[in-house]
Every structure is written in C-alpha cells, then in structure tokens.
C-alpha cells in the first residue's frame, strides 16, 4: 500500500520492466488487506477497492497490472467488475481467488472470455505465499538483482529505499520487545532488492545520505506506529565511521522527538567495528545516552573476551551473531560462546538477543541458557512498515511446535 515510503512512479510503464501495480478487488476488508500484504512481500505497489464502483473511479490514475478478484456471495459482484474492465479496455491480467472446482469460478473464466480479458487461472483458496507467487510469477521482474551495486544517490533521490521492521521478541514472555528497522530497495526493474546489492562501503560518500535517511525514516515510521498502535523500541544500524564527526552526532541527537511515548532510538553497531574503535564507542555511547540514544553491539561471536575488564560500559545491548545461534541446540561449541557473551552482559548490566532463531529447538536452548530476547524466521519475516502497523504487537506470539 502507498503511504509510508512510497515509490516513484514513472509516466510510462513497461510491463515486467517497472514495479508491477496490483489492485486486490474484494468485499471483506481483513481478506484484502492479507492480500495487499502478500503481493507487497512480492515486490508488487498495491491498492484495494471494495466494489465496482471503487475500482472504475481508480483505474484511469492507478493503471494496475494485475487484479485480484474475490468470488465471494452469488457473483453479481465479479460479473459486474469483469464487464466494467471490458468497457474500460483494461488489458491487463485479472487473478481470481476461489474454489477452483466451484460454478462461479467457470461462470467468471467463461465471461472473461466471453469479454475478451486475460484470466489467470483459479488460485484455489486456502493458499500459501509460493501458490501467490507461482500464480503471478509473469508479472514478476525476470532479471536477476543488479551488479555491480545500484547507485544508493541515484536510489535516494528516485525514492526507492524503505525501511522494513523484524520483530524482536522477549524470550520469557514471547511479547513483542521492539523491531529492527532493516533497509530495503524496491527498485523499478528488479523489484524489492536485498542491501547487499546496493549498501556502499562505509566510507562512500553516498554512505551519508543512505544514514541520513535511515534515521529520518525510522523516526517517521515511529512516529506512524504511535498513531497506529501505540509506541515501538526501534532499533537502526549505523556504521561507527558516521559517529566520528561530532557534528552528525549532535545533528542525530537533535532530532529525537519530544512526545512523552518515545522510549529511545537504539543504534545497532558492528561488533567488528566497535572493538577496533573501542574508545570511540564508548565516548559517543557516552554523549548520546542523555539525549535517548543508546548502543547495541551487533553480530557479537567469539571475540567477546575483547570486551571484558572495562572500566565502564555504556552499552545497553548484545546481540549475539546468527551463526552461533543456529543450531546451538546441539552444538556445545555455541552454546559456551553464547554463555559468554550472556555472563559478559550480566556483569555489565546488558540485555542479550540471540539472532537467527529459525526453530523451536534452538528457542527452547536460548531460553534456557537465559537471553533476554530473541528475532528471526521462526517469530516472523522483516515487514514493510504499513503491514507491521497491521501486525498484532501486543498479544504473545505463538512459538510453532
């Protein structure tokens, strides 16, 4: 859906070329905003109409690739639509989602081509994220990811970046305990695009403006996430080499909000990064803590012993790397470098989060060996900030079995 980070659209769209447009066309609003959802993890720019009369009024600006069609009650509803698109000369494809076997789904395939339109087959309900993918796969990008890199300048001022959110998730309770604001490109041509095709190195001079972004961004997003279900811990990531200029320091602590609900903006930093520039780090940690700003070491692994005998520690979190986390269950090796990292932050007063929690075994080990909290697949995929509003962030989160 276009609201947050909304992608520039360009005058004319070649298909399979340029971001596809959908429109999910169905009665029951829970039911197109799933829909909406799932064709936006696609790399689809999604909008949804209710009825006949929604969908004529926003064809002629939204130009969709692609419509959804609900068969829901007698079909009068899908009928009506389908002879709307031929008097509008709509000539793209039209998804109908239903039972395949059903009369109304061979009443809709016999007067779409009756009416001359392009009817995909019956994606039969219920379904799965790869039958959605599988049913729209030729309206999907067909090139493979850029390279070398995308221009992250060029990306900025096109408008393509977005900040997608991973819940974190405390481990006793299994309630939501902040996310991790994550950067995603959705490029014109290749769809949604991961950051290692475009993240420049740190000391790009492009890597200021993608930083700049990043926080002006998570600090909107928050701000639409108090609006929409009260506040969120967010957490960003940062290279240490942008807090060596104290002036983008102050320039990030001046932009913290004011509203009484902000609890902080935590600041991911590489633990590589932050044990070769250890003084720095804490000096910085330091400054910024009065301004509700606070540093997490992320992808720590076994060089954590670097960390031990000092004098102060202002940093408020560890983040243990993945590769440690996946399957610890069964591996001692990890699990004595995860009890390290543990003990380190107890001594200090630090909270821990294990990364990569992809199964319940490895959940189960992290909860015993006593992390504060928890992110990965298992607790869910990173979101576009619209549908992470949608999620449900208050109720306990089902561990699968």
């Known amino acids: 859906m276009q609201s947050l980070g909304d992608v520039a659209r360009p005058a004319t769209f070649g ?14 609003r829970h039911i197109r905003t799933f829909l909406a959802d799932s064709l936006e993890e696609l790399g689809f720019v999604t909008f949804e109409c209710a009825d006949v009369a929604d969908l004529k009024s926003a064809l002629p600006a939204q130009t969709p690739d692609l419509i959804v069609l609900g068969l829901a009650n007698d079909g009068s509803d899908a009928a009506a639509i389908l002879e709307m698109l031929a008097a509008e000369q709509f000539d793209g494809s039209i998804l109908p989602i239903g039972r395949r076997d059903s009369l109304l789904a061979t009443a809709v395939s016999q007067l779409a081509a009756e009416l001359g339109l392009s009817l995909l087959p019956v994606l039969p309900t219920p379904f799965g994220a790869e039958s959605l993918r599988n049913s729209v796969a030729l ?41 991790e604001a994550l950067i995603r490109m ?3 041509a290749w769809g949604v695009v991961p950051p290692a095709s475009f993240i420049p190195d740190a000391n790009d001079r492009g890597f200021r403006g993608l930083s700049d972004f990043v926080i002006g961004r998570a600090l909107d997003d928050w701000r639409y996430f108090v609006e929409q279900n009260g506040p969120v811990d967010i957490s960003i990531n940062l290279p240490i080499a942008l807090l060596e200029d104290r002036q983008i320091v102050r320039d990030l602590c001046a932009q913290m909000p004011a509203h009484p609900a902000f609890g902080g903006l935590l ?64 591996d001692r090796l990890k699990q004595t470098i995860c009890r390290g990292i543990i003990d380190l932050a107890d001594g200090y007063g630090a909270r821990t989060v294990a990364e990569g929690i992809e199964t319940r075994a490895d959940f189960l080990a992290v909860h015993e060996m006593g992390f504060d909290s928890a992110q990965g697949f298992l607790f869910g995929r990173a979101m576009a900030a619209r549908k992470f509003a949608r999620s449900t962030l208050t109720r306990p989160i089902l561990v699968p079995g």
């Not at 298909?15 to 029951?28: D, F, G, I, Q």
């Not at 009065?290 to 670097?306: C, Q, R, T, V």
């Open 15 to 28: 298909r399979r070329r340029l971001t596809p447009r959908a429109c999910v066309a169905e009665r029951k």
């Open 139 to 179: 309206l999907l990008p067909s090139e493979a990811p850029p390279s070398p890199p995308v221009d992250v300048a060029e990306a900025l001022k096109a408008g393509w970046l977005e900040l997608w959110y991973q819940r974190k998730i405390d481990v006793r309770t299994l309630m939501p305990r902040g996310a």
């Open 186 to 188: 959705r490029h014109p």
């Open 267 to 330: 600041i991911e930093l590489k633990s590589t990064e932050v044990i070769d520039n250890l003084d720095l780090a804490i000096d910085v940690a330091k400054q910024i803590r009065f301004h509700n700003i606070a540093i997490s070491i992320d992808d720590l692994g076994p060089e954590w012993p670097s960390l031990m005998g000092r004098r102060t520690f202002p940093f408020v979190e560890l983040k243990v790397d993945r590769q440690f986390v996946s399957g610890c269950a069964d």
